[in-house]
């Protein structure tokens, strides 16, 4: 898989003091892999908005990625979270040199669906 890595930041306040986020592309075509884990149960049979988390693996492993960064699937263009976002929570790197082509990245990221949707 291939993935954009956005950093999210805050903007000027507006003419009536309120603030907008925005995000600025840090780095595409980012080689990785995911899997996701099942929404509790309980939450999705009431139609709450559910919580489902992601762990990704990263290649290589001395991207500049922090918490709070997002990932967007940009490629392969048939996947079914093709063009969605994922908020990273945390990091773990691994213990090979960031020189290392070995070296990956670990991260868990959790995304906000609603549990009846159409997605």
Do not use: C, K
Not at 57 to 65: A, E, S
Not at 91 to 110: G, Q
């Amino acid at each position: 898989m291939r993935f954009s890595l956005w950093r999210m930041n805050e903007q000027e306040d507006d003419y009536v003091g309120g603030s907008s986020i925005s995000g600025t592309v840090v780095y595409q075509n980012v080689l990785g892999m995911m899997q996701g884990f099942p929404p509790e149960q309980l939450l999705e049979q009431q139609g709450l908005e559910t919580i489902r988390t992601f762990n990704f693996v990263i290649n290589p492993g001395g991207l500049d990625i922090r918490e709070r960064d997002e990932l967007e699937v940009t490629a392969p263009f048939d996947h079914f979270y093709f063009g969605d976002r994922f908020r990273i929570t945390s990091i773990l790197v691994s213990s090979f040199s960031t020189r290392d082509p070995r070296s990956y990245m670990m991260l868990r990221a959790n995304r906000s669906e609603r549990a009846h949707s159409q997605q």
